[in-house]
C-alpha cells in the first residue's frame, strides 16, 4: 500500500533568475513540509527531465544540491505522462520495500529559460526523424491533425472545443498560483491567433516557468494522506505517421485497467484529473476514457457538468491550459491539486467531498498514457 503524504506547488508564470535546480528545491521543501518530513528521511527520489538543464544525471545531481542522499535514485521520460508515471513507479517501488519515502519532483525554467527557437527545436523531436521532422513540424501542427480529424469524425465545431478553454481558465482564476488569471469567452478563444488550423492560440497551454513535487510513501505522516488505489499504463505508439488511428488511442485501454486495479468503476469517480496541453487533447482523453460521449466534452463542459461545483468536478487548478505548463512539473500540478481536492484542503476552489478520483496523463501526441486512481482518507 502506498499514500500520497505531502505535495507542494510553485507559482507558474515567468518567474525571472528561477533555475531548474530552485524551482525543483522550492517544490519539494514543500512536499516535505506538507508530509512533516524532514530530509533525511527521504530515501527515494524520482526526477523528471529538464529541457533547460538536460543533465545526464539530474536525479544525483538534485539530490546533492537539496541534501538527501536516497538508496534509490532515477530520472524519467515519457514526455507529458512523466509526472504520473514518476508517480506510479514510486507507487510500486514503495510497495516493493524498497524505499519508505520517495520524493517526486520535476521544475524548469521553460519560459525564461530557452529561447522560442529553442524550444520549438527541442519538442518537434518527438516527431520522426525521417519522415516528420524535415517537413518542419510541431507539436501544435500535430495535434492540429488529430483536431481536424476528430471535428470530421464527430461534427464538432471550434467554439465546442473553447467550451473547455474557458472552463480551464474560469478555474485557474480561482488560484493565485496560476499562469493565466484574466477571464476569455469563446469568442475570445476564437478570435485568438491561428496557431495550427483548427487550433487557435487560447487553445494551447502557455510555457511556463515553475516546479512540482510529492511525497509517496509507505508509512502513514499525518492526516491528509490519500491512498494510490490503481495505476497503468499503455503506449500504442510514438509517431504519428505510425499511428494506426487518429480517433484512438491507449486512454481508454490504461484508465480501464488501472479503475480494475483499484476495484471501482468509472461510475464511482467523484473528480477528474486529465491532460490538457491543447483543447482537443482534454476533449480527446475526456471522451475515450468514457468522461464524456464521444464529441460531447465540449458540450457537457459549457453546461457546467465539468465545473467545480458540477457533477464532476476536472481541473479545478485551471489545468495546463490556464495554470501553466512547465514540462513534467505541469502534469504534477494535476496531482497536487487531486490530493488537495481529496483532503478538503483546496480552499474556494473545493468541489464538496470528492472520495474517489481518475488522474490520466499523455506523453508525445496521445502516444504514451498513464492514469491512476486516488482515494480519499
Given at each position: 500500500?502506498?499514500?500520497?503524504?505531502?505535495?507542494?506547488?510553485?507559482?507558474?508564470?515567468?518567474?525571472?533568475?528561477?533555475?531548474?535546480?530552485?524551482?525543483?528545491?522550492d517544490?519539494?521543501?514543500?512536499?516535505?513540509?506538507?508530509?512533516?518530513?524532514?530530509?533525511g528521511?527521504?530515501?527515494?527520489?524520482i526526477?523528471?527531465?529538464?529541457?533547460?538543464?538536460?543533465?545526464?544525471?539530474?536525479?544525483?545531481?538534485f539530490?546533492?544540491?537539496?541534501?538527501?542522499?536516497?538508496?534509490?535514485a532515477?530520472?524519467?521520460?515519457?514526455?507529458?505522462?512523466?509526472?504520473?508515471?514518476?508517480?506510479?513507479?514510486?507507487?510500486?517501488?514503495?510497495?516493493?520495500?524498497?524505499a519508505?519515502?520517495?520524493?517526486?519532483?520535476?521544475?524548469?525554467?521553460?519560459?525564461?529559460?530557452?529561447?522560442?527557437?529553442?524550444?520549438?527545436?527541442?519538442?518537434?523531436?518527438?516527431?520522426?526523424?525521417?519522415?516528420?521532422?524535415?517537413f518542419?513540424?510541431?507539436?501544435?501542427?500535430?495535434?492540429?491533425?488529430?483536431?481536424?480529424?476528430?471535428?470530421?469524425?464527430?461534427g464538432?465545431?471550434?467554439?465546442?472545443?473553447?467550451?473547455l478553454?474557458?472552463l480551464?481558465?474560469?478555474?485557474?482564476?480561482?488560484?493565485?498560483?496560476?499562469?493565466?488569471?484574466?477571464p476569455i469567452?469563446?469568442?475570445?478563444?476564437?478570435?485568438?491567433?491561428p496557431?495550427?488550423?483548427?487550433?487557435?492560440?487560447?487553445?494551447?497551454?502557455?510555457?511556463?516557468?515553475g516546479?512540482?513535487?510529492?511525497?509517496?510513501?509507505?508509512?502513514?505522516?499525518?492526516?491528509?494522506?490519500?491512498?494510490?488505489?490503481?495505476?497503468?499504463?499503455?503506449?500504442?505508439?510514438?509517431?504519428?505517421?505510425?499511428?494506426?488511428?487518429?480517433?484512438?488511442?491507449?486512454?481508454?485501454?490504461?484508465?480501464?485497467?488501472?479503475?480494475?486495479a483499484?476495484?471501482?468503476?468509472?461510475?464511482?469517480?467523484?473528480?477528474?484529473?486529465?491532460?490538457?496541453?491543447?483543447?482537443?487533447?482534454?476533449?480527446?482523453?475526456?471522451?475515450?476514457?468514457g468522461?464524456?460521449?464521444?464529441?460531447g466534452?465540449?458540450?457537457?463542459?459549457a453546461?457546467?457538468?465539468?465545473?467545480?461545483?458540477?457533477?464532476?468536478?476536472?481541473?479545478?487548478?485551471?489545468?495546463?491550459?490556464?495554470?501553466g505548463?512547465c514540462?513534467?512539473?505541469?502534469?504534477?500540478?494535476?496531482?497536487?491539486?487531486?490530493?488537495?481536492?481529496l483532503?478538503?484542503?483546496?480552499?474556494?476552489?473545493q468541489?464538496?467531498?470528492?472520495?474517489?478520483?481518475?488522474?490520466?496523463?499523455?506523453?508525445?501526441?496521445?502516444?504514451?498514457?498513464?492514469?491512476?486512481?486516488?482515494?480519499?482518507?
Amino acid at each position: 500500500m502506498s499514500w500520497v503524504t505531502g505535495v507542494g506547488l510553485t507559482p507558474f508564470g515567468e518567474l525571472p533568475h528561477s533555475s531548474t535546480l530552485h524551482l525543483m528545491s522550492d517544490a519539494a521543501q514543500a512536499a516535505l513540509d506538507d508530509a512533516g518530513l524532514e530530509r533525511g528521511e527521504i530515501d527515494g527520489l524520482i526526477c523528471g527531465y529538464s529541457t533547460t538543464m538536460p543533465h545526464l544525471m539530474l536525479s544525483t545531481l538534485f539530490a546533492e544540491h537539496f541534501g538527501i542522499r536516497p538508496r534509490y535514485a532515477h530520472v524519467m521520460l515519457v514526455g507529458g505522462a512523466t509526472g504520473f508515471a514518476m508517480a506510479m513507479a514510486a507507487h510500486l517501488v514503495v510497495e516493493s520495500g524498497a524505499a519508505r519515502h520517495i520524493l517526486v519532483v520535476a521544475g524548469e525554467n521553460r519560459l525564461t529559460g530557452q529561447g522560442r527557437d529553442s524550444a520549438i527545436q527541442t519538442l518537434a523531436q518527438v516527431g520522426h526523424v525521417d519522415y516528420e521532422v524535415p517537413f518542419g513540424a510541431t507539436i501544435p501542427a500535430y495535434y492540429g491533425l488529430v483536431a481536424s480529424r476528430y471535428m470530421y469524425e464527430h461534427g464538432v465545431q471550434e467554439r465546442d472545443l473553447a467550451q473547455l478553454a474557458v472552463l480551464m481558465r474560469l478555474n485557474a482564476l480561482m488560484h493565485p498560483g496560476s499562469h493565466f488569471r484574466s477571464p476569455i469567452d469563446v469568442e475570445a478563444v476564437l478570435a485568438s491567433t491561428p496557431i495550427a488550423s483548427p487550433l487557435k492560440l487560447l487553445d494551447c497551454c502557455p510555457v511556463s516557468d515553475g516546479g512540482a513535487a510529492f511525497i509517496i510513501s509507505r508509512d502513514l505522516t499525518r492526516a491528509h494522506n490519500v491512498k494510490i488505489r490503481g495505476a497503468a499504463q499503455a503506449h500504442t505508439f510514438q509517431h504519428v505517421s505510425a499511428a494506426p488511428s487518429l480517433s484512438q488511442f491507449g486512454a481508454g485501454a490504461s484508465s480501464a485497467e488501472a479503475l480494475a486495479a483499484a476495484r471501482v468503476t468509472l461510475a464511482d469517480i467523484e473528480y477528474a484529473a486529465i491532460y490538457d496541453s491543447f483543447t482537443i487533447t482534454l476533449a480527446i482523453l475526456l471522451e475515450e476514457i468514457g468522461l464524456a460521449p464521444r464529441g460531447g466534452a465540449g458540450k457537457l463542459a459549457a453546461e457546467g457538468h465539468f465545473s467545480h461545483d458540477g457533477k464532476l468536478a476536472l481541473n479545478t487548478h485551471g489545468g495546463l491550459l490556464s495554470y501553466g505548463h512547465c514540462g513534467v512539473g505541469g502534469a504534477m500540478a494535476h496531482l497536487v491539486e487531486t490530493q488537495l481536492q481529496l483532503t478538503g484542503r483546496a480552499d474556494g476552489r473545493q468541489a464538496g467531498s470528492p472520495r474517489l478520483a481518475l488522474l490520466h496523463g499523455d506523453g508525445g501526441v496521445l502516444s504514451s498514457h498513464v492514469s491512476m486512481v486516488l482515494e480519499a482518507p
